[in-house]
């Protein structure tokens, strides 16, 4: 993974990006305001769980038959391809996360600022973390130990604790099915992440698929509660007149493996109205807003966005994880933020339901800050101006302004010192500026064509993050003026 984040970045400027396929704004008044309200959330957890924990390896993708080093199946847990899968779907039998606790996540996530989780519900390996009537390969089926325990649809567990919480509760859902006979069937053998039949060869078979996942998902639509987002991923199920062939792994899609999208969507909506639906990379009117993963965009993309990352270097458990630093979570934060978008932090429980210890203190940490400058970061949009000039000191890193009055908010490094320049032309009138975590005010003058703050001296660095001015300004368009 490359480095996110240099030690001083400048304020984002928004040259917009295209998006990997062209974004349709939704139409449906009710999914247009929740979209509305979703900008404003900033921060949200993303989970990674399943059985594949127990072995603390990468989720589902060692049983893809493709040739990856990030994916390579460990031989202790199999010889041969067979006997892996046949090892790995096994796991089943015991998954037994005695320790889950899902309140204790959800209080977490609230005193760490994120305002939505989104939780798998299957990832592509087909196994259930709810009670869908669909499938056996599921947690609440007896052949998982875990299935008697009142806590067993580990799902409905997870959003009505978050739900209690205020948060925004979304179901990550895989699109492929790779235990499914419809979707990788038996009397074929796999050759890479996709169909392994052709759908319209065996139409009957592909209706299955359609049928079964469309089902499953009226089932998380139906029986969960409240839902706000469906989190649709892998992207090699979709038509075939959607492929991006500058995007390296969608050249290898060679076959339509159209699910009927539009069905699938009016009928979560008929559930679930204003729901929002995010059928990833795919593009079109389902894909209410990017989610690029892995990586920070080098500038505001134009259109509704979300980042994913991991808090350590893994999307699954692993043992032994190394948690990114507080400073550079809020730092990851802020350069999503000034730039547009929303941060999807992963963290990933272990196999017997708990979070490492780290997570929940780079958690707090994150929330501390947050308490503090959250002010500059929920409700907020990229700030429109050129990068701001600071004489005698470095430290402008990004900028962020208030959506709904006219405050910008910089953030600089803790020991930033000197003075900044803002624009006039973007600004018009600086008011006051301030410190935001005090409210101390800050020398404003004008100085030819630039707005000069000048910045107090340097204090020691006592927490992880950055320090906020807060710039109260007339606008462009103010009747002032």
């Given at each position: 993974m490359r480095r996110l984040l240099p030690s001083l970045l400048l304020l984002a400027f928004p040259t917009f990006l295209t998006a990997q396929a062209p974004y349709v704004p939704p139409t449906d008044t009710a999914v247009a305001a929740k979209l509305e309200r979703w900008k404003d959330l900033k921060f949200g957890l993303l989970m990674h769980w399943g059985p594949?924990?127990?072995?603390?390896?990468?989720?589902?993708?060692?049983?893809c038959p493709e040739d990856e080093d990030w994916c390579r199946r460990k031989p202790e847990h199999g010889a041969t391809y067979n006997e892996y899968v046949k090892n790995y779907e096994a796991l089943q039998t015991t998954f037994d996360p005695v320790k889950f606790n899902p309140d204790t996540w959800a209080k977490a996530a609230k005193d760490a600022g994120m305002k939505y989780v989104v939780f798998t519900t299957k990832h592509h390996d087909g196994f259930c973390m709810f009670d869908t009537k669909l499938t056996d390969y599921r947690v609440t089926d007896p052949k998982c130990p875990f299935h008697d325990d009142p806590r067993a649809n580990l799902a409905k567990g997870v959003f009505d604790a978050f739900r209690a919480e205020g948060l925004w509760t979304g179901a990550y859902f895989s699109k492929p099915d790779w235990h499914s006979p419809y979707y990788w069937w038996p009397y074929f053998p796999p050759k890479d992440r996709?169909?392994?039949?052709?759908?319209?060869?065996?139409?009957?078979?592909?209706?299955?698929?359609?049928?079964?996942?469309?089902?499953?998902?009226?089932?998380?639509?139906?029986?969960?509660?409240?839902?706000?987002i469906l989190w649709l991923d892998g992207g090699q199920v979709r038509p075939l007149n959607?492929?991006?062939?500058?995007?390296?792994?969608?050249?290898?899609?060679?076959?339509?493996?159209?699910?009927?999208?539009?069905?699938?969507a009016a009928m979560a909506r008929k559930h679930q109205p204003g729901?929002?639906?995010?059928?990833?990379?795919?593009?079109?009117?389902?894909?209410?807003?990017?989610?690029?993963?892995?990586?920070?965009?080098?500038?505001?993309?134009g259109v509704p966005w979300e980042t994913c990352l991991p808090m350590g270097t893994s999307w699954s458990w692993v043992p032994n994880e190394k948690y990114k630093s507080t400073d550079e979570i809020i730092r990851t934060l802020v350069s999503v933020v000034s730039r547009g978008g929303s941060l999807l932090l992963n963290v990933a429980p272990g196999p017997d339901g708990q979070l490492d210890s780290t997570a929940y203190v780079r958690l707090k940490e994150v929330g501390e800050w947050l308490k503090v400058n959250g002010e500059a970061v929920y409700g907020t949009r990229a700030l429109p101006c050129e990068d701001p000039k600071v004489i005698g000191g470095t430290g402008v890193y990004r900028g962020t302004k208030s959506d709904r009055k006219s405050t910008a908010y910089l953030f600089l490094e803790p020991e930033a010192s000197g003075e900044i320049r803002l624009p006039w032309w973007a600004f018009r009138e600086v008011k006051t500026a301030s410190l935001l975590a005090s409210g101390k005010p800050l020398p404003v003058r004008l100085e030819k064509i630039d707005f000069v703050i000048h910045l107090p001296r340097p204090q020691p660095k006592r927490n992880a993050g950055l320090m906020v001015v807060k710039v109260e300004y007339w606008p462009l368009n103010s009747p002032r003026f």
């Open positions: 594949y924990s127990q072995w603390g390896v990468v989720e589902s993708w060692s049983i996709n169909v392994n039949y052709l759908p319209t060869r065996y139409p009957e078979r592909w209706q299955q698929f359609k049928d079964f996942t469309s089902g499953q998902i009226e089932e998380l639509m139906t029986g969960y509660g409240p839902m706000d959607t492929i991006d062939t500058n995007v390296s792994w969608q050249k290898a899609i060679l076959i339509d493996q159209d699910i009927d999208m539009a069905s699938i729901l929002l639906v995010v059928d990833r990379t795919v593009g079109g009117e389902y894909e209410n807003y990017v989610t690029p993963e892995g990586h920070v965009p080098d500038a505001d993309l």
